[in-house]
């Protein structure tokens, strides 16, 4: 299984190569391998000053627009206040910096259709006006906008492909027609009538509590619009229009960047150009909100003051030195699994070594195929992933050592130890794999490379304990060195000071320390406790390096003549005197 899914990787990695652009080398991230850097004024169009927060919601567009183009490990920052740094790593291509350079756009635009974000059947599609009844619409929301070409746009659109969630002026469409749009997140793709208000027409947003008729202020977050003199009459306008209508044709979408961010039902006519959209908010989603209509009310343009090639802000001598630290401690770990497990050691570097190579076939593959970039953090992540890897083996094999000291085989060992090791090895790398999946999606910048990469490596550490350890440890124990316990395979039952063990019956198997040198079949040599007589003697309890305590003694005897009275009559008698003679020596 595991020989498939590395034929498979390098399989794919080798074709891509082949009959595309992949590399069997994965991508670096801007500050191993360097970039363009892009420098952009944001100005408002109507002249206005440019706030702080129009030029956090610039970042989010641009940072939107690049994640969706499948540019990773991009970094986006504000300089001064007053410009935005855009780096990319590599050698973007024009399409990436044309999104870049961009401006966005606010508008409002009424719903007429609104369905599931996958591309659509064209039964499963509303139907439209035949195309011999050709009816002028009267207004934005008037179905008559639903076109055979536009039907089947809507019908076709996916929203959940990336690239239809990039944003930019190609999803605008034209102002004065209908369009077909996604929301941002891409659960909902609608299809829109032409624009009844602008973003410049927005004089300011806000979020808060809601405020209740009473003058109280509920535990409701809200976001606020407030319109300009010519908003709030268009607005006054739309809203008495759309409140007659059914749903979804009441909803008004707010469209920035050619995706809809928000799309209220209309409860109430907006007659003084105040309105308050309410749903299911957080406080952060609406200040997100809020911040977003704010940039529709002063809309940027951005003007390009710089572009330039920049080398690695780390460089590779960093990365030689991330590498150099991964090779120390691979070979301390494997220094230490010599010494402590001895020829089971070269279990855990074959281990080690069989999950770099999935690593890095893993890493390349993305880097293909989702434009995933290595960088300094993700190289620590997979340097931290050593230490889980190794964790997982030393479980595993302190399981068995502790199975061999209760007297067992090294083959029950085996299986008895995986069954308690497997257990132990899932709750760890779920806790693990759970802590990357929380700080991926929390963090921003370097921290989320660290964070994929040590998910991702933790997952490689179960397929390699499941695939690869365990069944070399099966096999191994069927070997002469390591099944009779040689004393240079860390499997030596007397180093590890292997005890007798009850084994039910009545029974007590001796330590397995070289007895199966005397058995050869391997199977655990026990000792009758009620004797050949089918009475306990001293002699067969003290078998091992301990004396059995008392309790052990009356359960095996118990346990013996239960059993014996299945079998026969006279075995019955003798446990029975056994038992009795057991109680007389206790007390």
């Known amino acids: 299984m595991l020989g498939i899914l590395v034929t498979a990787l390098f399989g794919g990695l080798l074709a891509g190569t082949t009959w595309s652009d992949a590399s069997l080398t994965p991508k670096l991230a801007l500050d191993l391998e360097g970039g363009t850097q892009v420098i952009l004024r944001p100005t408002a169009q109507d002249g206005s000053r440019v706030t702080d927060d129009t030029i956090s919601q610039a970042i989010d567009v641009i940072r939107q627009r690049i994640d969706a183009s499948g540019v990773a490990e991009a970094e986006i920052t504000s300089q001064g206040g007053s410009n935005i740094v855009v780096a990319l790593p590599g050698e973007p291509d024009e399409a990436t910096l044309r999104l870049v350079r961009e401006s966005a756009q606010m508008l409002f635009r009424p719903v007429i259709v609104q369905a599931a974000p996958e591309a659509s059947e064209p039964a499963a599609a509303p139907t439209a006006t035949p195309a011999t009844d050709v009816v002028e619409p009267v207004d934005a929301s008037d179905p008559a906008w639903l076109t055979d070409a536009l039907l089947a746009d809507f019908q076709a659109r996916d929203c959940t492909d990336p690239a239809n969630l990039s944003g930019g002026s190609a999803l605008v469409g034209d102002q004065n027609a209908a369009v077909v749009a996604c929301d941002a997140s891409g659960t909902t793709k609608y299809v829109l009538g032409p624009v009844e208000v602008q973003g410049s027409d927005i004089d300011s947003a806000s979020s808060g509590l809601r405020v209740g008729p009473s003058g109280i202020q509920t535990n409701e977050w809200v976001t606020n619009i407030s319109f300009n003199g010519d908003g709030a009459a268009a607005f006054r306008t739309v809203t008495t229009r759309l409140l007659e209508l059914e749903p979804p044709r009441n909803q008004f979408a707010m469209v920035l960047d050619g995706l809809v961010i928000s799309a209220p039902s209309v409860n109430a006519a907006i007659t003084n150009g105040m309105a308050e959209i309410s749903g299911t908010f957080t406080r952060e989603t609406a200040a997100t909100l809020a911040r977003q209509l704010n940039f529709g009310a002063l809309p940027l343009t951005f003007e390009v003051q710089s572009e330039q090639q920049i080398s690695a802000t780390l460089g590779s001598e960093q990365l030689q030195r991330g590498l150099l630290a991964g090779l120390v401690g691979l070979i301390l770990v494997g220094i230490y699994s010599i010494v402590q497990y001895r020829a089971l050691g070269a279990v855990t570097i074959a281990s080690l070594a069989v999950a770099g190579v999935l690593v890095y076939a893993a890493i390349a593959l993305l880097s293909w195929t989702q434009g995933y970039r290595l960088s300094l953090p993700g190289v620590a992540g997979i340097i931290v992933a050593i230490g889980i890897t190794a964790d997982s083996f030393i479980v595993y094999f ?190």
């Open 398 to 587: 302190e399981r068995i050592r502790d199975e061999l000291r209760d007297g067992r085989t090294l083959v029950a060992a085996v299986d008895e130890g995986w069954l308690r090791a497997r257990r132990t090895i899932l709750a760890s790398d779920a806790v693990n794999f759970l802590a990357a999946f929380v700080l991926y999606f929390l963090a921003v910048g370097g921290v989320r490379g660290f964070a994929f990469t040590l998910g991702l490596t933790t997952l490689i550490d179960l397929m390699v304990v499941f695939l690869f350890t365990h069944p070399v440890m099966l096999l191994l124990a069927r070997t002469s060195f390591f099944g009779q316990g040689h004393k240079f395979s860390g499997l030596d039952p007397g180093m590890l000071g292997a005890r007798s063990r009850y084994v039910g019956r009545g029974r007590v198997a001796p330590a397995a320390q070289r007895a199966d040198r005397t058995h050869p079949e391997g199977s655990e040599r026990e000792l009758d406790l009620a004797g050949a007589a089918g009475r306990p003697t001293s002699e067969d309890v003290e078998t091992g390096d301990r004396r059995l305590t008392i309790a052990e003694r009356r359960a095996a005897a118990r346990k013996a003549a239960q059993d014996a009275a299945t079998v026969s009559p006279v075995t019955t008698a003798a446990t029975a005197e056994a038992d009795a003679q057991t109680d007389r020596k206790d007390a």
